[in-house]
Nanobody, 126 residues
Framework: QVQLVESGGGSVQSGGSLRLSCAASGFTYSRYCMSWFRQAPGKEREGVAGINKYDGTKYADSVKGRFTVSRDKAKNTLSLQMNSLKPEDTAMYYC????????????????????WGQGTQVTVSS
């Protein structure tokens, strides 16, 4: 059974940092593309950062230069280092895995994923 469990969310002030983690189990982790998405109240879910099975990455324009996605294959963990956080980064952050099309241009498309975690809340105050 595939499980994705996010952690590391919290409340920070503008300019601060957080590191999110997604612990994956139930599948051959290193062979799967994985990504982070977020959803703010009243808004659609949007892709933030993704990594494919070849470790190619893609970022949303709004987070480029501030967020870094990475994974530890030995620990089956996907991480998102978030620096220089802004109030507009406030959202529930979700981990997604097992994309239907493992292509960089599809990494941040929510309909491209088969499995999702429950989410972790990130709140950035000004």
């Amino acid at each position: 059974q595939v499980q994705l469990v996010e952690s590391g969310g919290g409340s920070v002030q503008s300019g601060g940092s957080l590191r999110l983690s997604c612990a994956a189990s139930g599948f051959t982790y290193s062979r799967y593309c994985m990504s982070w998405f977020r959803q703010a109240p009243g808004k659609e879910r949007e892709g933030v950062a993704g990594i494919n099975k070849y470790d190619g990455t893609k970022y949303a324009d709004s987070v480029k230069g501030r967020f870094t996605v990475s994974r530890d294959k030995a620990k089956n963990t996907l991480s998102l280092q978030m620096n220089s956080l802004k109030p507009e980064d406030t959202a529930m952050y979700y981990c997604a895995a097992d994309c239907k099309v493992d292509a960089t241009f599809r990494l941040l498309v929510s309909g491209n994923y088969n499995f999702w975690g429950q989410g972790t809340q990130v709140t950035v105050s000004s």
